[in-house]
Every structure is written in structure tokens, then in C-alpha cells.
């Protein structure tokens, strides 16, 4: 199994910053894909960013592109999602989620689908004031 336990949600007025982390646990191969996903107020669940964690590779949503950074550390237990120029819009709850794809197929030009996600966090809250 895999527990991930997300932290760095918070408050902040637009063009502000902040760094979320998802700190993971269990069965290193059931989550060689790790992904962001949010989710705002009476909204559907939709992807952030991905990583695939055994090579480094990355893909984001059109949305933040250029202004989010999803990466991990050398141990490969916590991923970060570094966000940048935060927008009301990105105001939403965060969910880190795991599953154990690999290679272009966590990576490879689109984000996972939520039903494909076995494992999910219990999110962070992230608000941005105008």
C-alpha cells in the first residue's frame, strides 16, 4: 500500500508563491507516478502536473505551465509542486496522488485520468486573493 500525506497549503494574495509537499510511504513500486491534482468548489477534479520518479520526466497542465514546478528529492519519498504567480483561479484543494506507471506512460503528453489513480493524499488548501 501507499500513504501520502500532503503540507504547504495556505493563503496568499495573487503573484505570490507557494511550495506544497507530498510526503510518501509504502511499496516504492506502486508509485513511480506521482501527480498533483486540484480541486475548486462545485469543479470536477483536474490534473496539475505529473513526474514520472524514476527518470525525472515531467508534464503540466496548459494552465500553469511556466508557472508551476512539480520535482522530488533524492530519496524519491516527497514530491514537490513549487507555485509561482499564483492566480485566483488556482485557489482549490490540492490532492498528491500515486500510481505505478512508468515512463511515457506517466509522462507522455497528457496527465492521468483521477480513475486511474489508486492512491490519494488527503489534500492541502490553497487560497488566493485578488
Known amino acids: 500500500q501507499v500513504q501520502l500525506v500532503e503540507s504547504g497549503g495556505g493563503s496568499v494574495q495573487a503573484g505570490g508563491s507557494l511550495r506544497l509537499s507530498c510526503v510518501a510511504s509504502?511499496?516504492?513500486?506502486?508509485?513511480?507516478?506521482m501527480s498533483w491534482f486540484r480541486q475548486a468548489p462545485g469543479k470536477q477534479r483536474e490534473g496539475v502536473a505529473v513526474?514520472?520518479?524514476?527518470?525525472?520526466?515531467?508534464y503540466y497542465a496548459d494552465s500553469v505551465k511556466g508557472r508551476f514546478t512539480i520535482s522530488q528529492d533524492n530519496t524519491k519519498t516527497t514530491v514537490f509542486l513549487q507555485m509561482n504567480s499564483l492566480k485566483p483561479e488556482d485557489s482549490a484543494m490540492y490532492y498528491c496522488a500515486a500510481s505505478r506507471l512508468s515512463g511515457s506512460f506517466c509522462t507522455g503528453g497528457t496527465l492521468p485520468y483521477t480513475s486511474n489513480i489508486p492512491y490519494w493524499g488527503r489534500g492541502t488548501q490553497v487560497t488566493v486573493s485578488s
Open positions: 509504502g511499496d516504492t513500486y506502486r508509485r513511480t507516478c
Open positions: 513526474i514520472y520518479t524514476g527518470g525525472g520526466s515531467s
